[in-house]
């Protein structure tokens, strides 16, 4: 059973960092993209960032770039988002999510078969 596990969420001043955490249980974690997914108040699922399975790439949605840092830690089945310079508009529930494919090579397929159940990420003065 696939379990993943989101933490470290909260509320944050504009400009503010915030570290999320993603504990993932029931697979083998080194051989899955994952992925950093959003969703704001009222709108629709938003895709934030991803990183291949061993970590050597990494893919970021434009308005995160050089504020976002997606990382992993395969050894303890862990996925990481540093949030910095957080806006008001990064104001979400953000989910970590698995890629499908074991082994993916390439670009990500954008496509995700689990779901952690979200934390709360807040900017606000």
């Known amino acids: 059973q696939v379990q993943l596990v989101e933490s470290g969420g909260g509320l944050v001043q504009p400009g503010g960092s915030l570290k999320l955490s993603c504990a993932a249980s029931g697979l083998i974690f080194g051989t899955f993209y994952m992925s950093w997914v959003r969703q704001a108040p009222g709108k629709g699922l938003e895709w934030v960032s991803t990183?291949?399975?061993?970590?050597?790439?990494?893919y970021y949605r434009d308005s995160v770039k050089g504020r976002f840092t997606i990382s992993r830690d395969n050894a303890k089945n862990t996925l990481y988002l540093h949030m910095n310079s957080l806006k008001t508009e990064d104001t979400a529930v953000y989910y970590c999510a698995k890629d499908p494919v074991t082994l993916r090579a390439g670009t990500p397929g954008y496509e995700y078969d689990y779901w952690g159940q979200g934390t709360q990420v807040t900017v606000s003065s």
């Open positions: 990183i291949t399975s061993d970590g050597s790439n990494t």
